[in-house]
């Protein structure tokens, strides 16, 4: 089910008015599990069906990694608590639990991509084979929902967190319909304890989500969609000359920033309508002065995964200069595979390992750590004007090989944009570019005079507040283009 559909706009406040309804002190006594139970229980209902509306076929599957999780979580504890020899068995419990959850995502995400790659690997060598591709249907979501378990089972061997008896708290923790098919991923805990404890009704939260609502739905319709058109108008077209490859890449760096920042604020904010705080998945990314400080601000919720699941682990900076590379690039080609079973996101994982090491090998990786500009200054100094440009600039280059359908495409397209060997600018997309530069030119000037803060301010008096909330709502009703899918449901 996507946000943007009319089926969503149903069912959310039939969601949200039983959810509610169920908290009542009177069904509470009634029944002998309490109304926490119930609205859990409502929950994970809600959560399946807002799912298994693309396809209710892939129920098991998230079923599956949840139990799975869910039991190897009290394995572990259990296994911790023996005196003698529970240390490795709880270890074993965990590397099954790695095992069987990331062999999942790889059957349905990845085994294409080995099988494909091995025949031709094969072929090159003179061996003739015919290897047949799997070819299913990959699963909405699974990159996310399974990082979720995982963190379980890994926090509870690390008795970060007690794990619960409880099946159905952990189903709402592993399903939960506002973050489940593209994060944030959250952490068992800070999420799950909130499907622990009994929830009240709470007016300002729930304004205060409607409010990021429709900011991520203004950020998603006027300028993500508006951008996409032209994006797709501009790199679609056969051979796309030097300029038009610029204005597209520019136009899908914002498009993809709007599509998966306000997803996040839809995601947010609507968890909020239910007394659920979710944690901040972006802060500006395109206002940051290195991309060490990019990474620090994009996708935070998986680059924080990464990073306590996987970098400090290896040895994170703490280690010879050697690992440092080495831990460097095994974090951020793992990202990018993440993202897809395609080189290119492999070519962008590496692209941004080689622009992240000279920053670490100099120790300047943690050189900008506060806001962008403080509050009290309306511009940037000159030096920080050039920062903020340069690392945009390779942001976009980096987008060059995410948005290419292939590494030839993307080195044909690079190539185009800095030998400048043709300058035309084709009658495509102008009619589209010429809606689009206004909202991306708003849409940077509202974030930069907001950028300590994770939404928009707002004015205090109730007239004015009101008449830009009827005017997005216009806008987005009005004069949105064709709604164009989420990208980050592919991953």
Known sequence: MQFTSFAFFL??????????????????????EGSLRLQNLWVVAASYLFYGWWNWQLLWLISFTALW???????????????????RAAQVIVGLALVVNLGILGVFKYADFFIGNCAALLQMLGFQVHLTSLQLLLPVGISF????????????????????????????????????????????????????????????????????MLWGFAQKCLLADRCAYVANQLLDQPNASTLSIWVGMICFAFQIYGDFAGYSDIAIGCSKLFGIRLMTNFRHPYFARDIAEFWRRWHISLTTWFRDYLYIPLGGSRCSSFKRIRNTFII??????????????LAWGAFHACCFLPLLLCNRNRKHTSDVVAPGRLLPSGLEAWQICSTFLLAVIGWTFFRAPDISTACAWLGKMFTFCDLTYRQVGLGNLAKALP??????????????????????????????????????????????PFIYFQF
Request: hydrophobic share 50%; with cysteine.
């Open 11 to 32: 069912f959310l406040p039939t969601v949200f008015l039983v959810y509610w309804a169920l908290a009542c002190p009177f069904l509470a006594k009634r029944h002998r």
């Open 69 to 87: 999780a869910w039991g190897s979580g009290l394995l572990v504890t259990r296994c911790l608590e023996r005196p003698e020899g529970g240390k």
């Open 145 to 212: 929902y399974t990082f979720q378990a995982l963190s379980y089972v890994i926090d509870a061997y690390r008795r970060a967190l007690q794990p619960t008896r409880d099946p159905v708290a952990f189903l709402a923790y592993v399903s939960f319909f506002p973050q489940l098919v593209a994060g944030p991923i959250e952490r068992a805990t800070h999420l799950l304890p909130q499907f622990l404890r009994p929830r009240t009704f709470d007016y300002a939260l729930a304004v205060e989500g409607c409010r990021q």
């Open 332 to 345: 951020f080609l793992v990202s990018g595979f993440w993202h897809g079973a395609n080189w290119t996101f």
């Open 439 to 484: 909202v991306m030119l708003l849409f940077l000037l509202i974030t930069w005079l907001n950028r300590d803060r994770t939404s928009p301010r707002l004015p205090t008096l109730l007239p004015l507040r009101w008449a830009i909330y009827l005017a997005l709502i216009f806008l987005i009703l009005l004069w949105q283009v064709a709604p164009q």
